[in-house]
């Protein structure tokens, strides 16, 4: 069985949790769209995602909820791309 690996929403890179939430082009502008680039930064080369997790858990409450927020939205836009729902 062939499996195609490519992000779903840029279609560019073989996607794993860092590129599609911290990497993808698309993912980018929206972390820059709510002022939150300097912490998508801190975390795009944490490893292992427990890492990511302590990272967040360190965060100020509001822009720790803006956070888990945006990547929950993200995971679920790209449930629906995968699924065939538009962009």
């Known amino acids: 069985?062939?499996?195609d690996t490519r992000c779903v929403?840029?279609?560019?890179?073989?996607?794993?949790?860092?590129?599609?939430?911290?990497?993808c082009k698309y993912v980018k502008k929206v972390w820059a769209e709510l002022n939150l680039d300097q912490i998508r930064q801190s975390l795009v080369n944490a490893?292992?995602?427990?890492?990511?997790v302590e990272i967040i858990l360190k965060l100020k409450?509001?822009?720790?909820?803006?956070?888990?927020?945006l990547l929950y939205f993200w995971w679920s836009e790209r449930c629906g791309v995968r699924e065939g729902e538009k962009q």
Not at 47 to 52: C, D, G, I, T, W
């Open 1 to 3: 069985m062939k499996l």
């Open 9 to 23: 929403l840029c279609r560019r890179y073989d996607e794993d949790g860092g590129h599609l939430f911290f990497k």
């Open 47 to 52: 490893q292992p995602a427990r890492e990511v």
């Open 61 to 69: 409450e509001d822009v720790q909820c803006q956070v888990i927020i």
